[in-house]
């Protein structure tokens, strides 16, 4: 498995920022899992404090920094810049050895304002420079007008963002599989989202697979159909739309209602998701 490190320069509970980074943690195959990285805990860096091995966050951090194998970066904009909380995870990262070095990044900013964080954005790259970590080129993902993608369970609601996104996903996970090692570059069908479905389609546009689920309120949703031509491979693509929506449901932070057969069965077949799922109802 590919474990995709995802920071946020927002430490605000409510971030928008954090939002986006939920939306490309979704768009990513299911054989990358993503891994939120922490930053708040993180004290301003102190070379002192270093020296003398005062702060163990630091270390955690940066082993946390070598256990995954790229990196998404959403950052807002503080003053045309990004935030101090960031550059300082940076900086921390970068100590005693360059715990960033040769990871492959998706640098993503957002705002609430028509620009989107841009000058953030650059200086992120900037800075990327230094640390030897190569960023995604295009698509350049600056999101303006961020206060209006979201609904009140916190999931984006525009399909033509969230293609947007797919398209910077897409480019990170081929970059990725050019840097990485053979077993990264496993070709997979590729898995599209649309809100309320995960599917598969053939070069024609042909759906092969799909999974149907509605946003039910109150932090549920309903899986209601799947759907798999016998082209695919059976049970193994079932299998991947539902933890697809099971990862939906754990970066939102839902529980989901299975009514369909196929993800009943998954939740007997594999009781360690079993705390996702709401039966009976
Ligand atoms: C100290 C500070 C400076 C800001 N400077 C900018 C700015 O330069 N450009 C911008 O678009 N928004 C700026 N904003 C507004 C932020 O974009 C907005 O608060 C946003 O919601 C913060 O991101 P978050 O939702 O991920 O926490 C600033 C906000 C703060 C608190």
Do not use: C
Request: glycine share 6%.
């Amino acid at each position: 498995m590919t474990k995709i490190g995802i920071l946020t320069g927002s430490l605000r509970k409510a971030a928008y920022s954090k939002k986006v980074a939920n939306e490309l943690a979704n768009l990513l195959p299911v054989r990358m899992t993503p891994v939120f990285m922490e930053i708040a805990q993180l004290p301003l860096y102190n070379a002192d404090l270093d020296d003398a091995d005062l702060v163990p966050a630091w270390e955690t951090f940066r082993q946390q920094l070598d256990d995954v194998d790229s990196l998404i970066i959403v950052t807002p904009e503080y003053n045309r810049g990004m935030t101090g909380a960031l550059k300082n995870a940076f900086d921390v990262g970068s100590k005693r050895q360059n715990h960033w070095k040769n990871k492959a990044a998706l640098v993503a900013s957002s705002s609430p304002g028509t620009i989107g964080g841009f000058g953030a954005n650059q200086q992120v790259r900037q800075v990327l420079v230094t640390l030897n970590v190569i960023p995604v080129q295009r698509p350049e993902v600056y999101l303006g007008h961020v206060n209006h993608l979201f609904d009140d369970q916190g999931l984006m609601t525009n399909p033509k963002t969230i293609a947007f996104l797919q398209t910077a996903i897409n480019a990170f996970v081929s970059l990725q599989s050019r840097l990485k090692t053979p077993a990264d570059k496993v070709a997979a069908p590729l898995m599209r989202y649309e809100p309320g479905r995960f599917y598969i389609r053939d070069e024609g546009g042909i759906v092969l697979a799909e999974i149907i689920f509605h946003d039910q309120q109150n932090k549920r949703i309903r899986i209601t159909d799947v759907q798999v031509s016998e082209l695919l491979r059976e049970p193994e693509t079932t299998d991947q739309l539902i933890l697809r929506v099971l990862r939906f449901a754990q970066i939102h932070q839902l529980t989901i209602i299975p009514d369909a057969d196929q993800a009943r069965t998954f939740v007997t077949k594999h009781p360690k998701y079993r705390r996702w799922f709401t039966l009976g109802e």
